[in-house]
């Protein structure tokens, strides 16, 4: 059962991945960030609020373990990627955009850490004392 939930999870979180890169990517065509990995920068941070999230209420007892597989390693695991971060940083230091590189990778990091302070935060404060 726990498979089979990280599965659906994991197969949920590779299609929002696809749509969310498809809808981000398009809006940004001819726009001053195009080729500006923001898809991926975007996922990626709303994928560490979203763990932080969860994992705060796994350890107040307020989802099971098996949603946490589900929607932790699943979901959220299909919906994020760093492998596809660090081949957009290097395609971006290969293409000569140091400032670019340096903004996608400081952004990942920077707003991923501030995403999970909020989220482990806003989860602490919905479920109560642990």
Known sequence: MKVLGIMLGGAMGATARYYLT?????????GALAGFPLATL????????????????GLRGAVSPQMRLALGTGFIGALTTFSTFEVETDALLTGGRFTWAAAYVLGNLVLGFVAVLVGRGLAARIAGPA
């Open 22 to 30: 498809l809808w981000i990517q398009g809006g940004l065509r001819n």
């Open 42 to 57: 975007s996922v990626n941070v709303v994928g560490s609020f979203l763990f932080a999230f969860l994992t705060e209420f």
